[in-house]
């Protein structure tokens, strides 16, 4: 192992320990006990605090730091974390309080010249895009807490049915396809809920705490388990609907390719999705063809019908 990738390695270490001792260090990274200290003393030169405890049961601490100490890159670990902060930049709000493109600037500057032009050509022919919504979402970093510290609040929330309170309890937020979604039991149907977080109107935090006893990840893995779901759906679909289909993340993993252009959808849904999903098969129109559930096959119906005398009046 090189000294350069010794010293990030101990750096790591020492931040994830915070207390220690330098025979501590000497039996993790298999050096002497002089060696240990010597390079304990180069990472406090280039910047990590490291404070002496002397006497007996003494060592070495962490000290408490704002400022993280640097980290050493290699030119992939660059890339990745350049694109990662990229792919932030279409969202519209954060739950940080950070520059992105301040950010993503500074570790742009600190690379080697021939480091940044390969960054820059690799910039204009890949991006991680995601369609950038004009909708403000300014509770973002208060619902995190309130997920964090299992808390019960109260939000006004936007919904078909117009505005309304609501009392929830976040396990958490995800983004996807430009916006914020919140998960989050909802006190009074006794059941979790997801909410559009640009759809809150207003947040209070209330004195109470309720624990939903469940993991954002856990969630979404058994959200997206169609064993979760009750309701068939079975669906024809012709090339175009095939192309349309596999574009949708939360159909492609369910499409049936029979040949090029022809293919099917056999799963089942949430009950509650049947309104939304009626819509998105409504607008592929003939690409389309959906055979169950009955009650989704009447709302397109309703809504071609519905388009058709419009037109007609």
């Not at 030119?75 to 969202?91: G, T």
Request: one cysteine or more; charged letters at 25%.
């Amino acid at each position: 192992m090189s000294k350069t990738k010794l010293l990030f390695d101990l750096i790591v270490y020492v931040n994830a320990k915070r207390k220690f001792t330098a025979q501590d260090i000497a039996y993790e990274f298999n050096v002497s006990l002089r060696t240990a200290h010597r390079y304990l003393s180069e990472i406090g030169e280039i910047g990590v605090p490291l404070y002496t405890e002397p006497g007996r049961n003494g060592g070495y601490r962490v000290l408490d730091n704002r400022v993280l100490p640097p980290i050493l890159f290699n030119e992939s670990e660059a890339f990745s974390i350049f694109f990662a902060f990229e792919s932030l930049k279409y969202y519209h709000s954060l739950p940080f309080d950070v520059d992105i493109k301040y950010v993503s600037d500074k570790l742009y500057s600190s690379l080697p010249a021939d480091t940044r032009k390969k960054m820059t050509q690799l910039s204009s022919v890949l991006t991680f895009w995601n369609i950038k919504r004009g909708a403000d979402s300014p509770y973002l970093k208060k619902i995190i807490e309130a997920a964090i510290n299992k808390q019960i609040v109260g939000i006004q929330y936007y919904s078909k049915t117009g505005i309304a309170p609501r009392k929830i309890s976040p396990i958490g937020m995800y983004a996807y396809n430009g916006f914020w979604y919140v998960p989050a039991f909802d006190m009074e149907h006794c059941a979790i809920r997801v909410f559009r977080a640009d759809r809150i109107q207003s947040f209070r935090r209330l004195n109470k705490h309720y624990d939903p006893n469940i993991t954002l990840h856990d969630w979404l893995t058994s959200h997206l388990n169609e064993k979760t779901f009750s309701t068939p759906l079975y669906v024809e679909l012709t090339g175009e609907g095939l192309r349309q289909c596999k574009s949708q993340s939360w159909l492609e993993p369910y499409i049936e390719i029979i040949n090029e252009d022809e293919g099917y959808i056999d799963t089942k849904i949430d009950r509650n999705e049947i309104e939304y999903v009626s819509h998105y098969f409504y607008q592929l129109g003939t690409a389309a063809k959906v055979v169950k559930p009955v009650e989704m096959v009447n709302r397109i119906c309703t809504l071609a019908d519905e388009v058709l005398q419009h037109y007609k009046t």
